[in-house]
């Protein structure tokens, strides 16, 4: 959310802090109070920006340098003033630019992030034409009167053509997460409609790999965008066939602490430990 920011209470905050060092510098010496100085010139930078750096350090400056020519006697070496004045300056100054080296590469890799996943998007978007295209041809020859043999190869090719579907629509999920470009459509819909309608998507591909799927009956309505749940309960739903063929899935609604979770049970040998 967008917030007011009170410069002035900040100068004002600015002021005091280095007016009150001051002081304490003139009474009590300069090394343990530095310190606090030093501290003051590098937490306003990086709580602020970089024009509060140069306030600051100006400020520091300022006030070492008036307290060198008010206290002379409080000084002791002939390099010790020289060496206040120069760490003041040059401490922030390096500090400086080590993190706008890091900004920087903080924002190539975030900018080559992005490109990636618009090519993914991009990509991905584009294929999904003729892999359409070519699921209706496979249709159509499913329906035409083939012998038993070329019926087995069209089914064959049919399964390695939903992998490839899965694998793009999966590609763009990850590059729409990626580019922080997902904006949630609520809407009020039964989860056992939803629900059944992946179990019957993926009721074939279920049948492929000798797997039932069991779907558990929920009377329940919730507020939830679909198509960003249907996109969670296909992945795992996928997971669950491809990884433990010819076993059992369950799937089904349970109360937690007065909300609705949806479990999806398989017998696959899960992550590993370690991973």
Known sequence: LP???NTFRRHAALMADCICITYFLAIDGIWP???????????????????????????SSVIIVL?????????????????????????????????????????????????????????????RQPIHAIGLFTDSLLDAQLGQEERRMVENIDKSLSSVTRLFQSLLDVSIIDSGQINPRMETISINQLLREIVQRNSKAAEWAKSDIHLV???????????????????????????????????????????????????????????
């Open 3 to 5: 917030c007011h920011v």
């Open 33 to 59: 109070m530095y310190i606090l100085l030093f501290w003051i010139t590098i937490g306003n930078w990086l709580r602020y920006d970089y024009k509060k750096m140069a306030i600051c350090v100006i400020l």
């Open 67 to 127: 307290l060198i020519w008010i206290f002379p006697y409080r000084l002791t070496g002939p390099f010790l003033p020289f060496t206040l004045i120069l760490t003041t300056i040059l401490a922030p100054a390096y500090l400086c630019s080590l993190l706008v080296q890091i900004r920087r590469a903080t924002d190539a890799a975030t900018a080559a992030t992005l490109a990636k996943s618009r090519l993914l998007a991009q990509a991905s978007h584009d294929l």
């Open 217 to 275: 009956q929920c009377s329940h309505y919730v507020r939830i965008d679909p198509n960003l749940l249907t996109t969670m309960v296909q992945n795992i739903i996928s997971n669950a066939i491809k990884y433990a063929p010819g076993q059992p899935i369950l799937i089904g609604c349970r109360h937690r602490k007065g909300k609705l979770a949806i479990e999806i049970w398989d017998r696959g040998n899960g992550i590993s430990e370690e991973h």
